[in-house]
């Protein structure tokens, strides 16, 4: 029942402190105009396609099963990082220190991005179930 | 899962029914000599004689989550219009009703319509609601507080009373720790404790909040990090009962004089503590698994023909 895959280009960043809110309109899910979920298999559909090789290099955190897969995430300085929510619950991304501003909440399917220009580690968790926590680590 | 007969066999019917058996239609309470008692809505052959002997009654409907839009519910907002049209169907109307929590899923302005314009409509005197954790994303709950809040305290909280008991509506979905437990904060607590301390302990008191007010299940997040101080103030009263929602089962705890209650989701079941991978719906609503969830015996009374009460339907 659920459309689950759904092939959304992500906006590029506008500059590399972009914060980007990628929330995707939940009326596409009600429009049936979507392809419906194969299996319980997670392709990559949300992700953008045209990551050119100009944009910063991104890096996916899937969040299943209330939990951010993987937990601790480290990347290189000027990573763009893409959380997507594939689970039936929403659930959001938040700075446990304010580092970055919080995501909207994020709806099945619907993704975040930040892009981490600076050396550190970055503790979150989801505003929703505080009991879900991640890690970025950038060098 | 659904006897209905061939005059009611129709798709919609019969969709909003099983609907209704998975979610829950909210509860009714009889206050009856100082002790608060709990019955499953829509059966009316249980409840008449405790409502015509009760003081006072009010439904207890939670966990709507408007704009959730996944199996096993497409229609949230229709099992939320069918559990408030067996309120309003009530030969004697509820004296209010209180949503505890979780009104929308995603705390947008048109979810807040859609739950506004439902709860309009239902036949009572008056509504109330507290917020969940899915009220208040974004914005600390400022868009639930301007139009569902109460002004009484610049917190939201607010106490009452009503029919010779006290009401106490606490909030412990803002300020989260990343315990995962909720959380009523330092402020919270001095109010409660003076709203609290002239009172005689003779006072039913009635303590509505949405994340549980006891330790249930720490490692999903189902308790309130300082639950245990408010509780060091209610002890002494002689009848205490603390009706809580966010976990979308009926789970109940009873500890001195204090009688906790958690209510069902009108839109989905969640699985029982530590039960699968985490709290998420339940997607696949068979007949087993939900009398497992929601412990019920027979699924029929939760449509409403063999109501048993809240203590009934304990899960071990
Ligand atoms: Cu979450």
Same mark, same amino acid.
């Given at each position: 029942m659920n459309a689950r895959h759904r092939t959304v280009a992500?906006? %590029?960043?506008?500059?590399? %402190?972009r914060l980007m809110h990628e929330t995707l309109a939940a009326a596409l899910l009600a429009s049936g105009a979507l392809a419906a979920r194969a299996g319980p298999s997670y392709g990559g559909a949300a992700k953008p396609e045209a990551v050119a090789a100009t944009d910063p290099q991104t890096k996916a955190v899937d969040i299943k099963n209330f939990a951010f897969v993987p937990a601790t995430l480290t990347v290189a300085v000027g990573t763009r990082v893409v959380w997507t929510n594939r689970d039936d619950e929403a659930h959001l991304v938040a700075s446990s220190d304010g580092a970055f501003k919080a995501s909207p909440a994020m709806d099945t399917d619907d993704s975040f991005a930040f892009v981490f220009d600076k050396p550190g580690t970055y503790a979150y968790f989801c505003a929703i179930h505080p009991m879900?926590?991640?890690t970025i680590v950038v060098r | 899962m659904s006897n209905d007969n061939a005059a009611n066999d129709v798709p919609g019917r019969r969709r909003i029914l099983k609907c209704m058996a998975a979610a829950g239609a909210g509860t009714l309470w009889l206050m009856n000599g100082g002790v608060l008692k709990a019955y499953a809505m829509g059966d009316e052959a249980s409840a008449a004689q405790?409502?015509?002997?009760?003081?006072?009654?009010?439904?207890?409907?939670?966990?709507?989550?408007?704009?959730f839009k996944h199996e096993p519910n497409m229609d949230v907002a229709g099992t939320l219009a069918a559990?408030?049209?067996?309120?309003?169907?009530?030969?004697?109307?509820?004296?209010?009703?209180v949503h505890t929590g979780d009104l929308t899923h995603l705390s947008r302005p048109d979810e807040f319509d859609t739950?506004?314009?439902?709860?309009?409509?239902?036949?009572?005197?008056?509504?109330?609601f507290i917020p969940g954790e899915h009220d208040v994303i974004g914005d600390n709950g400022a868009a639930f507080f301007q139009r569902f809040g109460q002004k009484q305290n610049a917190g939201g909280w607010y106490s009452f009373d009503y029919g010779g008991a006290h009401f106490v509506a606490l909030i412990n979905v803002l300020n989260l720790k990343s315990n995962g437990l909720g959380y009523l904060g330092e402020d919270q607590l001095a109010w409660l404790k003076k709203d609290l301390a002239g009172r005689s302990a003779e006072t039913?008191?009635?303590?509505?909040?949405?994340?549980p007010l006891w330790p249930l299940y720490a490692a999903w997040g189902w308790g309130t990090e300082d639950s245990g101080e408010a509780m060091t103030y209610l002890k002494r009263f002689g009848s205490v009962t603390v009706l809580n929602g966010h976990i979308?089962?009926?789970?109940?705890?009873?500890?001195?004089?204090?009688?906790?209650?958690?209510?069902?989701?009108t839109a989905y079941p969640q699985p029982a503590p530590g039960v699968g991978t985490g709290p998420g719906p339940l997607k696949d609503l068979g007949t087993r698994q939900l009398k497992a969830y929601l412990g019920i015996r027979d699924v029929q009374h939760v449509q409403g023909q063999d109501a048993v009460t809240v203590a009934d339907e304990v899960l071990a």
């Open positions: 992500l906006p %590029r960043p506008l500059s590399r %402190r879900m926590r991640g | 405790a409502a015509a002997d009760a003081s006072f009654s009010f439904v207890q409907v939670s966990d709507s989550h408007i704009g559990a408030l049209a067996r309120i309003s169907a009530r030969p004697t109307p509820p004296d209010f009703v739950v506004a314009q439902l709860m309009q409509g239902v036949k009572t005197q008056r509504v109330l039913p008191i009635v303590v509505f909040g949405h994340m979308h089962q009926i789970q109940q705890k009873v500890e001195g004089t204090v009688t906790f209650h958690t209510a069902r989701s």
